[in-house]
Antibody, heavy 121, light 110 residues
């Protein structure tokens, strides 16, 4: 059964950096597009980035473009989100999610349990 | 302000039907696939509908999806107390080159 587990969340000061990880198991990780989606406290979902199965193609929401980088290590079955120049509005639970099928459609299943990032002075 | 517009809340009695609308534009809903997610408090979202109207295995047929023009709709029939959750629509926006979610709709069973 496909499973995703995020880690790396925590508290950081504005302007700081954090690197999130997502460990995948139960499926052939290198076959699937992967995404990061976040949810601010009490707010809705916000898609922030996706990466192709090979890692050669990436997309970002305007809200994080130029500050966040998505990457993957298919040998380690892991997805990463490097977050720089963090702002208070980046405070959220960050979820990693797999695409449902082996090509990009933006249908997210499964999701990880999420990791909380708090940006505060 | 979300690119996709959903009503903040809908409600109905047990056994009844609710529909949740998701209004977008020609750069997102009209020409791209819509998916729907269910989220209970404190848990990760779960895929309910993909490709506008298809259900992943394990999702009961009480949940249905449709799309017409720039709007999509999630329907829930035979409403149960266990359906009380937040529901989100999502699609790709070609102009933004980004995924976009609706603001979410809270379903309350009266």
């Amino acid at each position: 059964q496909a499973q995703l587990v995020e880690s790396g969340g925590g508290s950081v000061k504005p302007g700081g950096s954090l690197r999130l990880s997502c460990a995948a198991s139960g499926f052939i990780f290198s076959d699937y597009y992967m995404s990061w989606i976040r949810q601010a406290p009490g707010k809705g979902l916000e898609w922030i980035s996706y990466i192709s199965s090979s890692g050669g193609s990436t997309y970002f929401a305007d809200s994080v473009k130029g500050r966040f980088t998505i990457s993957r290590d298919n040998a380690k079955n892991s997805l990463y989100l490097q977050m720089n120049s963090l702002r208070a509005e980046d405070t959220a639970i960050y979820y990693c999610a797999r695409d449902l099928f082996k090509s990009f459609h933006g249908w997210f299943d499964p999701w990880g349990q999420g990791t909380l990032v708090t940006v505060s002075s | 302000q979300s690119v996709l517009t959903q009503p903040p809340s809908v409600s109905a009695a047990p056994g009844q039907k609710v529909t949740i609308s998701c209004s977008g534009s020609s750069s997102n809903v009209q020409y791209n696939y819509v998916s729907w997610y269910q989220q209970f408090p404190g848990t990760a979202p779960k895929l309910l509908i993909y490709d506008n109207n298809k259900r992943p295995s394990g999702i009961p047929d009480r949940f249905s999806g449709s799309k017409s023009g720039t709007s999509a709709t999630l329907g829930i029939t035979g409403l149960q107390t266990g359906d009380e959750a937040d529901y989100y629509c999502e699609t790709w926006d070609t102009s933004l080159s980004a995924g976009v979610f609706g603001g979410g709709t809270k379903v309350t069973v009266l």
